[in-house]
């Protein structure tokens, strides 16, 4: 099991594992720094406070899957319901070398698709029913390619992570700001407490901004990553290229309140859940623009031409 867990016949990528290292890193850095600060202005909590930060870190990394399929609204599917979905998936982890994820389907007519867990051993790849509905069997396999990279190189683990810090810095300042444990009174003189109010949610929105940013730094280039290692393995970038443009138009088509209910999750996603204008504008976009996707499949295109 531990051969297949770590070789993978998907192309390893240092650029991507660079990013994940460091973003873990930087992440435990702040991770720590936030819970200690918490602990030192909240002295008579910090019992509380290791339990919250440690209990809702742990849930929210080994049960990533089940969570992140219950708020997309997806279901398990078995492959007397989707034989061409599970038949594509198991060529593909086969030609890949690696275990099969559960595989998952969400009623939503937006075609999209996504990959989470915590490792390959435990993870779910995800498809819209607007997905299955529009795209070719060659399509559908670069996108479900896509996402096993994301599995086999364990960026969706990172991205859980990542994510959740930010949720958390919100959790732990609303319990320390209304859960008593700020002097138990905001009309306190006490100078201790007036600062702890102040500082603490300036320093939660600090958190918040930093969770931000590391998502972003690593969310682009994995995108990219994805679609090189899914052309590679398949040998068919312009079957993926297809399937990009195909998703891409056709989520703009979307009506837009059916897309902001979407985008909290946009970083989880094959293609973001934005119209025309808003991708164009997305400075800190999820996902790198149309344009340099397609441009990096024609290039394997032309170097497997070769």
């Known amino acids: 099991m531990s051969s297949t867990r770590q070789h993978s016949r998907f192309a390893p990528d240092r650029g991507l594992t660079g990013r994940m290292v460091t973003t873990m890193f930087l992440i435990g850095l702040v991770y720590v720094g936030f819970t200690g600060l918490l602990i030192v202005l909240l002295r008579g909590a910090w019992p509380l406070i290791l339990v919250l930060s440690g209990g809702l870190f742990v849930a929210q990394f080994w049960f990533s899957d089940r969570i992140t399929e219950k708020a997309m609204g997806a279901h398990e599917a078995s492959p007397e319901e989707y034989p061409q979905l599970h038949g594509t998936i198991d060529r593909l982890c086969a030609l890949a070398d690696m275990p099969k994820p559960r595989v ?125 290692s899914a052309a590679q393995l398949t040998g068919r970038p312009s079957a993926l290229a297809s399937a990009l443009t195909k998703v891409t138009g056709q989520i703009a088509a979307i009506p837009t309140e059916d897309l902001r209910k979407a985008q909290p999750y946009n970083a989880f996603y094959f293609a973001p859940a934005l119209n025309a204008r808003e991708a164009a504008s997305q400075l800190f976009s999820t996902h790198p623009s149309l344009e340099q996707r397609l441009a990096q499949l024609a290039k394997i295109s032309a170097e497997l031409g070769r």
């Open 104 to 228: 998952a389907v969400a009623r939503n007519d937006m075609p999209n698709a996504f990959a989470t867990g915590r490792n390959p051993q435990n993870a779910v790849v995800c498809v819209t029913t607007g997905l299955l509905r529009r795209l070719e069997p060659e399509e559908l396999e670069g996108v479900l390619a896509h996402e096993l990279s994301h599995v086999a190189h364990r960026d969706v683990a990172v991205m859980t992570v990542a994510g959740f810090l930010g949720v958390l810095a919100g959790v732990m300042t609303r319990v320390a700001l209304y859960g008593g444990f700020l002097g138990g009174n905001r009309n306190s003189n006490d100078p201790n407490t007036a600062i702890a109010l102040i500082v603490v949610p300036l320093v939660s929105m600090v958190v918040y901004a930093l969770s931000f940013l590391l998502t972003r730094m690593l969310s682009r280039y994995r995108e990219l990553a994805a679609d090189r």
